[in-house]
C-alpha cells in the first residue's frame, strides 16, 4: 500500500538513514579526530633541525625496555637519560654498563655508577655512539676513514625535600653535562675543522611518589609523578640542541603490574616555531618472580613508532637486562636492535638494616603501650625517631602518648587539689 507516493519500505529506509546520518558538527568532530591521528603518525616536519641528536638514543636498561616511558619510574641507574632528581630516591648503589648495537652499524656504549648518603644522591656517567665512517673526493676516491663518534659524559646531583613514610617527599636534581662530536681527519681539512663540535647542556627534573587507590599492602609508593627537562643549552656551530620537556605518571594497580605514560614536547630553543611536534611513551613492567622481571612500551614519535620488549634476570647482586626494539613505519619490520644491561648492586649503605631496626623498635613500642608501660613505648618511639626521624608513624605514636601523659598528670594534679 502507497500513501503520499512514499511506502512503507522505504520510509523504513529513510528513518534508518537519517538514523545514521551524524547530526551536524559530529562529521567534522571525527574528520578533526581522524586528521589529528594520521598527523601522529606522519613524519614531523621538523624532525632532524636540531644536533646532538645522539642524546635522544637511549643506552638500554629498563627505559628502553619500557619504551622510554620512564620519567616517572626511575628506579634504577636508565634514570640518567630520563630523570635527574631519581639518584636521592634509589634503593641501591648500583653500577651499570650498557652495550646497544642501533642502527646502520652504529653502536652506543654507555656507564652509569650511581650513590645515595640518606636525601642526596649522586651520579656520573655517560655514553659512546660509533660508527664507520669513510670520506669520498668529487672523483670518487676515498680521502679518508675511520669513526664517526658522539660522546657525552655528565655529573648528577639531586635532594629529596620533606620525605616521609606516607609520603616519599618531593626529589628534584639536576645533570650537567658535556658532549662532543668528532670526524676522522680527511684530505680536505674544513670538514673536519667544521664539524668537530662541543656541547655544554644541563638536565633538570622533578620526582615524586606517593599511594593512590591502593589495593594491596606494601611499604612502597603506587603512584609517581616526574617531570624532566633534558639537553638544555646554547646551540652548537648554530643548531639548536635537541632540548625536550618530559612530563611523566606511573602507576602500580596490583604489586606485580607497574604502567607508565610519558608526554614529551620538543623545544627548538632558536626558533620555537620549527619545534617537533608533541610525542608521548607508554610502558609496562611485570614483576613475574623476585628474579624475573618483564618489560614492553612503545613510543609513537612521528611516522616512525618503535615497540620495544625486554626481560631482567637478577642472579645475587648482578641484573641482566636484554631489549629488543622494532621500527614500526606502514609495516611490522624484523626485528633490528637489541641492547644489553649489566648492572651491579652495590650495597645500600645500611638502609635496610636500619629500617628493619626502627621497625622492631616500633612494634617494641606497641607491646609496651599495650602492655600500660607508656614510658618504655616514649623510649622506643624516640630511639626510633633518633635513627630515621623521617619514620611518621613513630612520630604519630609518640605524640598520641605524650598527651596521654599530659593528661594522666592533669588529673592527678586535679586530684590532689580536692578537699
Known amino acids: 500500500m502507497k ?20 547530526p551536524p558538527g559530529r562529521a567534522q568532530a571525527v574528520a578533526s579526530a581522524y586528521q589529528a591521528f594520521s598527523d601522529i603518525l606522519n613524519p614531523d616536519p621538523n624532525s632532524g633541525l636540531t644536533t646532538f641528536r645522539s642524546l635522544l638514543v637511549p643506552m638500554g636498561g629498563l627505559a628502553e625496555g619500557m619504551g622510554t616511558a620512564y620519567t616517572a619510574v626511575a628506579r634504577d641507574s636508565s634514570y640518567f637519560e630520563s630523570n635527574p632528581a631519581a639518584s636521592s630516591c634509589l634503593d641501591y648503589t648500583e653500577l651499570a654498563v650498557f652495550h646497544n648495537n642501533w642502527i646502520a652499524d652504529s653502536k652506543i656504549e654507555g656507564a652509569v655508577y650511581t650513590i645515595r648518603y640518606k636525601g642526596l644522591g649522586f651520579g656520573v656517567g655517560g655514553k659512546w655512539l660509533y660508527l664507520p665512517f669513510t670520506a669520498y673526493d668529487d672523483f670518487g676516491e676515498r680521502s679518508g676513514s675511520g669513526y664517526y663518534s658522539e660522546a657525552m659524559a655528565g655529573f648528577n646531583v639531586s635532594y629529596n625535600l620533606f620525605p616521609g613514610y ?6 628534584v636534581g639536576a645533570t650537567g653535562k658535556l658532549a662532543y662530536r668528532s670526524i676522522p681527519a680527511v684530505e680536505d681539512e674544513s670538514i ?9 647542556m644541563v638536565d633538570l627534573g622533578m620526582l615524586t611518589r606517593f599511594n593512590f587507590v591502593k589495593l594491596y599492602h606494601a611499604r612502597a609508593k603506587n603512584a609517581s609523578l616526574g617531570l624532566a627537562l633534558k639537553n638544555f643549552g646554547p646551540p652548537v656551530l648554530g643548531d639548536p640542541l635537541p632540548t625536550a620537556a618530559t612530563f611523566g605518571m606511573a602507576y602500580s594497580p ?13 623545544i627548538n630553543l632558536l626558533e620555537p616555531g620549527d619545534s617537533e611536534r608533541l610525542y608521548a611513551a607508554a610502558g609496562t613492567l611485570v614483576q613475574v618472580t623476585d628474579f624475573f622481571q618483564f618489560q614492553g612500551g612503545l613510543l609513537v614519535k612521528g611516522g616512525n613508532p618503535r615497540l620495544s620488549v625486554g626481560t631482567a634476570f637478577t642472579i645475587e647482586t648482578i641484573r641482566l637486562n636484554v631489549n629488543y626494539t622494532l621500527d614500526l613505519t606502514t609495516q611490522l619490520t624484523p626485528l633490528n636492535r637489541i641492547s644489553i644491561q649489566a648492572a651491579f648492586s652495590l650495597g645500600d649503605l645500611g638502609r635496610a638494616e636500619l629500617a628493619k631496626r626502627v621497625d622492631i623498635l616500633y612494634l617494641s613500642g606497641l607491646e609496651a603501650e599495650a602492655s ?20 611518621d608513624p613513630a612520630r604519630d605514636s609518640l605524640k598520641t602518648a605524650l598527651g596521654t601523659v599530659e593528661l594522666q598528670q592533669t588529673m592527678e594534679s586535679l586530684q590532689r587539689l580536692e578537699p
Open 372 to 391: 600500660g608501660d607508656i614510658a618504655k613505648a616514649m623510649a622506643d618511639w624516640t630511639e626510633a625517631l633518633r635513627l630515621d626521624p623521617t619514620f
Open 192 to 200: 673536519t675543522e667544521t664539524n668537530n663540535a662541543l656541547a655544554v
Open 3 to 22: 500513501r503520499n507516493g512514499l511506502s512503507a519500505a522505504g520510509l523504513l529506509a529513510a528513518l534508518a538513514l537519517l538514523a545514521l546520518a551524524p
Open 254 to 266: 596490583l604489586r606485580p603490574v607497574l604502567i607508565s605514560l610519558d608526554l614529551t614536547k620538543p
Open 166 to 171: 606516607y609520603f616519599n617527599g618531593i626529589a
